[in-house]
């Protein structure tokens, strides 16, 4: 399997060299990591050449004599060196090796000139074979090897270039470790009982409450990862302090691909759910929809808005697999590859106004459609995606997931009972979406153009040609749906499943196309010339060119209501981020202790005597 050397090692390898280059051949180590991005991404398509099997690779003991020490070490390694090669695994594979691509094409220029980053090749590169790795081990030891070390990489492709920035890197450097820990105690739990490290051999049920913490615990680490409800609020910092490039790669794609890869594992291969660990998973994938596009509707910068709606799309990704049904499971894994899609759009344009304009305020900016011709169309087949317009790809996945809830509503059970709020709320989710993504795409390209903004210009190949890429997947993952893209890539995973309705997405997509262009025909036939033009007025007044208004102003009304006023009060006080509850509750129990060291001998006295109580209480106990 030479494949897997290429996929996983060659870039680890490369990225490590890579790191003793001097930054000022930075261009050079650019065009190096491309090159190995697309030898990664070349090797990720022949793996699907490749028969489902499970293998077990040298990790590299042959390069040393036998006997000697490294030889022996790595020979023990090589018992944990098993690889699972199965249609999820090749699916994900080849995700991860297409969006590096892309990212690192978009990253020759827009790395260049924008925030600098040392060593920022290395980092990608180091990120996209450890991400490999991760999807394709089988071993639960060696997976979170790979897991743990993306936390890092992640942590050093933010750069601390202020307060804010720095803050937010050590903010998600603790809570994915954090979570990583919390998934060390799952896996211990599952060594303990099972005695093995192997995914493919577990079939855990969930009905003594040691294994139902073992999920738990495995299920905070792909929620963190992914960033789903409750462990999301590292994601809209990242995205509004770090890189779009970084964005796009990390919470756009690649830690969304993980995340779900993982959730998908744990929740159909590993364990078998009980009814109330499905209701958890139901409930906190509405949770995770409502509250983030929530957010996303108030938020002024536009990167911190589109890190909220890569947070509430990971909601409609937990609804899917949470149903555990094949169609359920099939709108999950649809959507997620979706979502990488658009929302990697949305950064990439973000990031391309960002360097255009040197502005991340929607009130900062507008009338950019004519100067950024490709940025503006790109970016809004990517809004319509990420809202469910038919007949883009997002629409294909929500309406997937859609009938998935209407199917898992005939079972009997409490969460199947409850289905017509599952529906109601993803359907409202994704009337949000669309209302903050006409905030977004009329606050940047839409309106009037400041005077500043005059002599702005379209980006240059190396970063429109990747969102415009992206654009053009959005539109045939959507009209290539139901014939081509779910039979042929998520069918091999999830098995043959029916639809319950009747859904044809290229019918949809030709008879859009159809109406769109006789639109178009019938305006241009029509007599336009003969239209009266006067002057606009508003309340009255005549709209003068100096006069203009701010889209951000329109939605303050949706902050200010009685009903969601308190919510919002509570979010900027931080009372649903669970990164600033556990750091005040830490605070405050290490100033109690701070408090009981007086310095005076009776009470270290007293407290060495109370712990030694305490642990022959639980030695007695465990004996």
């Not at 090797?43 to 699907?48: A, G, I, V, W």
């Not at 493919?200 to 680490?221: D, M």
């Not at 973000?350 to 950024?372: H, Q």
């Not at 989710?429 to 209302?435: E, K, V």
């Amino acid at each position: 399997m030479n494949e897997l050397y290429y996929i996983i090692f060659l870039p680890l390898i490369a990225g490590i060299v890579l790191s003793a280059f001097p930054e000022r051949i930075k261009i050079i180590k650019g065009i190096i990591a491309l090159i190995i991005t697309g030898i990664t991404f070349f090797f990720s398509l022949k793996l699907f050449s490749v028969s489902e099997k499970i293998i077990n690779l040298d990790l590299f003991s042959a390069f040393f004599n036998e006997g000697t020490f490294l030889n022996n070490i790595l020979q023990e390694a090589n018992r944990f060196s098993r690889f699972n090669i199965d249609n999820l695994s090749k699916f994900i594979t080849l995700a991860i090796g297409f969006f590096g691509l892309v990212i690192i094409v978009y990253s020759l220029s827009y790395i260049s000139k924008t925030r600098q980053i040392k060593n920022y090749y290395p980092y990608f590169l180091i990120t996209l074979g450890f991400s490999a790795g991760a999807v394709l081990t089988d071993n639960l030891l060696l997976f979170i090897i790979f897991w743990g070390i993306l936390g890092l990489t992640l942590y050093k492709l933010i750069k601390g270039y202020d307060e804010e920035s720095s803050s937010a890197a050590k903010k998600t450097l603790i809570l994915i470790g954090a979570s990583d820990g919390i998934m060390i105690l799952g896996i211990g739990i599952i060594w303990k009982v099972y005695g093995t490290f192997t995914m493919s051999e577990l079939s855990i049920p969930t009905t003594y409450p040691i294994l139902v913490v073992a999920f738990l615990a495995l299920l905070t680490g792909s929620f963190t990862k992914a960033g789903a409800f409750p462990f999301h609020t590292w994601i809209p910092d990242y995205t509004k302090s770090a890189p779009a490039s970084s964005s796009a790669y990390l919470p756009a794609s690649l830690d969304k691909l993980l995340g779900i890869y993982f959730l998908a594992r744990i929740c159909t291969d590993m364990f078998t759910l009980n009814q109330w660990l499905t209701f958890l998973m139901l409930l906190l994938g509405v949770m995770t929809i409502i509250f983030a596009v929530m957010m996303a509707l108030i938020q002024h910068n536009y990167k911190r808005l589109l890190g909220y709606h890569a947070v509430s799309q990971v909601g409609y990704m937990v609804l899917g697999l949470g149903l555990g049904t094949p169609l359920g499971v099939a709108g999950g894994l649809f959507h997620m590859i979706n979502h990488a899609l658009y929302k990697s759009g949305l950064f990439l344009s973000a990031g391309s106004v960002e360097k255009r304009t040197g502005k991340e305020n929607l009130d900062e900016l507008g009338g950019l459609s004519k100067n950024m011709p490709v940025t503006f169309i790109s970016a809004l087949i990517c809004a319509l995606a990420i809202s469910g317009v038919p007949p883009l790809n997002g629409f294909a996945s929500k309406w997937i997931i859609y009938q998935g809830i209407i199917d898992f509503g005939k079972e009997p059970g409490i969460a199947n009972q409850l289905w017509i709020i599952w529906l109601g709320l993803a359907v409202l989710g994704s009337a949000l979406t669309l209302a903050s993504f006409v905030k977004y795409i009329t606050g940047i390209f839409l309106g009037r153009k400041r005077k500043e903004l005059e002599g702005i210009k379209e980006v240059s190949i190396l970063m429109w040609m990747p969102n415009a890429i992206i654009a053009f997947l959005c539109i045939g993952f959507g009209v290539l749906a139901s014939t081509f893209v779910v039979p042929k890539l998520i069918m091999p995973i999830t098995g043959e499943f029916a639809y319950i309705g009747i859904w044809d997405s290229t019918t949809i997509g030709i008879l859009i196309l159809v109406s769109i262009l006789l639109g178009i025909l019938i305006y241009l036939i029509g007599n336009i010339k003969n239209f009266r033009t006067e002057d606009s007025f508003i309340g009255g007044e005549i709209f003068r060119e100096e006069t203009s208004y701010s889209v951000v102003e329109f939605y303050k009304g949706i902050r200010d209501y009685k009903l969601f006023s308190f919510i919002y009060n509570w979010a900027e006080k931080k009372w649903f981020d669970i990164y600033e509850i556990s750091k005040k509750l830490t605070l405050g129990f290490s100033g109690l202790l701070s408090k009981a060291h007086t310095g005076v001998l009776t009470f270290y006295a007293i407290w060495i005597l109370t712990g030694l109580i305490l642990m022959i209480i639980i030695l007695t106990l465990m004996s």
